[in-house]
């Protein structure tokens, strides 16, 4: 087992592998980024405590030593009560994409980007940032919204108060729950059996859904409208506005979307000729092979789009049909 | 990184892009990848409503090669690009973030997922308002009261459906002619085939006899 002690800023590269990743900070910022090469860890600011880092077992742990005695008899919350400046730290750290990761933040911004293999990340208070997630994704908030661009696989968020926005997700299973605020979700699910669940009980939920989508739909909100750009679905009930149903294409999808005070709207996106053939297919294909990903990053950095080994990957998938 | 999805930028930078040559939709995606240093790839979802809506305004064109769409800048996608070239300039000398300096990586990252957030939400938040005020509640078909459909002499209806048909012909030949690569001597044989049936159906209906 090798151990660190960070009580500075400092850039650590830890040169064994890496499956698991647990980080555990009380206030500050914890960035994630999943990236080929060694793992390493960015310390950039730190309060007078300093931080444990240990590596065991393909186990990379990040975590405040627990003291000799908790501050009176609060426990762990003590932490918080009386030391939010003495833990007060921004962690970023790289590791390879394959890795599965859990985070806990008690106050304070967390930012999750390119991991393949499932995270889980829990804010107290503070904002949750997702970008380009594969596998299961866990992301709960108690107070502050939680953004997500591009997340797909299996997707859980969840926030008591604030705000959930989840942009170009092709998750085909998605559960979005908050007790008050509204939830925006552009989706574009494959259109077969996906799972979505979307809840609010004050707040105004807002979903847009591929117009050639096989989902079995049901809308409902008790005190505000429901709207739907698609014919398919018919209002249930008397109250035509409150309750809306049915079956777009096959069904074999499943979309709820439950407010109690809000307006829940079902949009339609339309789809290009182009991308219904799959032309774009291998754009969209979740990518788990991390050499590509490697590869990518490196000519990024140094050549533009033309490079002829791309055009040549290109011309190849245009030979599929 | 300024965010690139948010304010209207993706849309200046896919204009920048095709500025650079006639690219397909899929190398678009891709060249949006690389920026975000591979980090997330762009749906289809995203590009292909822009490029319409800008196809729209007339600021980029398309043609279909092999079932392939490739998008080219048109003169006034130029203009506009000239003329937003400071705001531009911004979005190409910001690109300096890299895998090496995480914590720069993720703050924009967060910017950029914060500002595309925001365009989403806008983008659908006014879509579902629209909706809201033209939807009415539909009524499912069993509910529906049915017009009653007049019913015509049979003569007429056996006309109706002879017009209909050759309407539908007409269609299909105008679909069949347009289509790429008709030899002209098919099109010569079809026309007199044509010219038969035209005749031999104003026999018919005018009630002549045969002509041999």
């Known amino acids: 087992m090798t151990t660190w002690l960070v009580d500075k800023p400092q850039r650590l590269a830890v040169d064994r592998p890496v499956r698991r990743l647990d980080v555990r900070l009380i206030s500050g910022k914890l960035n994630v980024v999943g990236a080929d090469g060694p793992p390493r860890i960015e ?31 609060t426990g762990p919350l003590g932490w ?21 990761a859990e985070l806990e933040l008690i106050s304070g911004s967390a930012v999750v980007s390119a991991l393949r293999a499932g995270a889980s990340i829990t804010v107290s208070s503070g904002r949750i940032t997702l970008l380009g997630l594969a596998g299961q994704t866990v992301a709960k908030v108690v107070s502050g919204p939680v953004e997500a661009l591009g997340v797909g696989g ?27 605020g509204p939830i925006t979700a552009d989706l574009n699910n494959p259109p077969y059996h996906s799972r979505i669940d ?95 990903t490697g590869a990518r990053q490196r000519d990024s950095s140094g050549k533009d789009g033309d490079d002829p080994e791309r055009e040549g990957a290109h011309e190849g998938e245009g030979g599929r049909p | 990184m300024t965010a690139v999805f ?27 990848e690389d920026r975000f240093l591979g980090l997330y790839v762009p749906s289809a979802g995203t590009i292909y409503p822009r490029l319409q809506r800008m196809e729209a305004e007339g600021l980029v064109t398309h043609t279909a090669a092999g079932g392939r769409k490739t998008y080219e800048i048109t003169d006034a996608g130029r203009a506009e690009l000239a003329e937003r070239a400071g705001e531009l300039a911004a979005l190409e000398s910001d690109i300096h973030a890299s895998v090496q300096d995480l914590a720069g990586l993720a703050m924009e990252i967060q910017d950029e997922v914060r500002g595309s957030a925001r365009d989403v939400k806008r983008e659908l938040r006014e879509a579902a308002r629209n909706a809201r005020q033209r939807w009415q509640p539909p009524v499912p078909p069993w509910q529906q009261r049915r017009e009653p459909v007049p019913s015509l002499p049979p003569e007429a209806e056996a006309g109706l459906r002879l017009e209909r048909r050759a309407a539908e012909l007409a269609g299909d030949v105008r679909r069949l002619v347009r289509r790429q690569g008709v030899m002209p001597e098919a099109l010569r044989a079809a026309m007199e085939a044509v010219e038969v049936a035209a005749v031999e159906i104003r026999r018919l209906i005018e009630g002549r006899p045969p002509s041999r």
């Open chain 2, 6 to 32: 948010s304010h209207g930028r993706l849309r200046l930078y896919l204009l920048k892009l095709l500025a650079e040559g006639p690219r397909h939709g899929y190398e678009l995606i891709r060249l949006l």
């Open chain 1, 198 to 292: 979307l809840e609010t009980v004050s707040g105004q939920i807002t979903a847009r859904v591929r117009e050639d989508s096989d989902l079995d739909v049901e809308l409902h909100t008790v005190s505000g409208r429901v709207s739907s750009d698609f014919e398919e679905l018919w209002a249930r009930g008397s109250h035509g506005d409150k309750r809306l149903g049915g079956r777009l294409g096959a069904g074999t999808g499943r979309l709820r979307a439950q407010a109690t005070s809000g307006h829940v709207s079902l949009l339609a996106r339309q789809v290009d000729d182009e991308e219904r053939q799959g032309a774009y297919a291998g754009a969209e294909e979740p990518r788990g092979d991390t050499a590509e």
């Open chain 1, 43 to 73: 310390v950039t600011s730190i309060g007078t405590r300093p931080l444990v880092v240990s590596c065991e077992d393909g186990a990379l742990v990040i975590r405040y030593e627990r003291p000799r005695f908790w501050p009176v008899w």
């Open chain 1, 80 to 100: 918080f009560l009386v030391g939010r400046k003495r833990y007060r730290a921004e962690v970023s750290v790289a590791v390879p994409p394959e890795a599965v």
């Open chain 1, 154 to 180: 299996d997707l859980e968020v969840e926030t008591v108060s604030g705000e959930l926005i989840i942009a170009d997700s092709s998750a085909s299973r998605l559960r979005a729950r908050t007790t008050s």
